[in-house]
């Protein structure tokens, strides 16, 4: 009987948790009978009465519901890793608190999963976003296709459903400060993108802000794209050239021409040009050179303050000898 885990990774969603679970529990009449289930909600630091909500859910349905209760706020991504790391089912599915996903998509995900698919992507056909929004996405997608993963789906996709063995592969790596749907499409194994048309939030807001769009975005490219650090080197192998040509230009008119050029407006220009530019290249082997420290620190991606297990979990260990 295949066990599939559902992880919720929650922040400050205490009015969505209410109306989440009721409509996670009424979708598992649309999969097969031997489907088992298993709910991995995880509290991502939330200021709110979020675990209280959880809590209560549980309550209703603790064969099922597993609350996985971290410190502090650690990011959406690095939630879902401890979700998946306390999952224990033979399949997985990623969907956020708000519903905006449709549930019943996982069924199909399901089937494309029997017939030996170990990831399969829900892809949104439309954006919530509008104006610059659109714009950052857009762009966002495109430098990611053509600058660093090139088999990623057009537009933007977070819920997935994948195999116990990606799983592992991802929980194992515990990757920092990177993209954890694209880790998933790195790892190379064959995938099933599914378009759907998400729905539009109706409780609450999203704290998805442009200044974690902006760091998302920057940790995608260094953690799959050795463009920013050739482009450094390929502009600075351009300067050079331009900066020789000039040289020789100067050196030319010195010998040759009774006048010296005057420059110094030009002079100012490329002093101040070449020392943007520096500035900028430090800035970009900077952000490469603290990834390799955060990485050798390793520290913990996440720390768990309590797991609050299901019933059956809590029974399993009543019947364990001491």
Not at 122 to 150: C, I, P, S, Y
Not at 173 to 198: C, D, H, K, T
């Amino acid at each position: 009987m295949p066990k599939l885990s559902i992880i919720v990774p929650c922040y400050y969603n205490e009015d969505n948790i209410p109306v989440t679970v009721p409509g996670l529990i009424e979708n598992e009449v649309n999969f097969p009978s031997e489907v088992t289930f298993e709910y991995v909600f995880v509290d991502d630091g939330s200021g709110d009465a979020t675990l209280a909500a959880l809590r209560r859910a549980q309550a209703q349905y603790p064969d099922r519901v597993r609350i996985v209760e971290l410190v502090a706020n650690v990011g959406s991504y690095n939630a879902i890793v401890a979700g998946m790391a306390h999952a224990t089912g033979d399949c997985m599915a990623i969907i956020t608190a708000d519903m905006q996903d449709p549930p019943e998509l996982m069924v199909q995900m399901y089937d494309y999963w029997k017939k030996g698919f170990k990831l399969v992507i829900g892809n949104r056909q439309d954006r919530e976003e509008t104006g610059l929004g659109q714009v950052f996405a857009r762009t966002f997608h495109w430098l990611m296709k053509h600058l660093a993963l090139k088999n990623i789906p057009d537009g933007g996709f977070d819920f997935v459903f994948f195999d116990r063995q990606v799983c592992d592969d991802v929980v194992r790596m515990q990757e920092r400060n990177s993209n954890l749907f694209y880790l998933m499409i790195w790892l190379g194994y064959a995938y099933v993108n599914i378009p759907y048309v998400r729905r539009k939030r109706e409780i609450g807001k999203s704290r998805w802000t442009l200044q974690k769009k902006i760091k998302l975005l920057i940790d995608s490219l260094l953690s799959f794209s050795y463009f920013p650090i050739r482009a450094i080197s390929a502009l600075g192998l351009g300067l050079g050239g331009v900066a020789m040509l000039y040289g020789l230009y100067v050196i030319v008119l010195k010998f040759f021409s009774k006048g010296e050029p005057e420059g110094w407006t030009t002079l100012m220009v490329v002093i101040l040009f070449v020392a943007a530019f520096q500035m900028i290249a430090l800035g970009v082997i900077g952000e490469y050179v603290w990834r390799g420290l955060d990485a050798a620190r390793n520290r913990p991606l996440y720390v768990v303050k309590q797991v609050h297990e299901t019933l059956v979990q809590y029974n399993s260990k009543a019947v364990l000898p001491a």
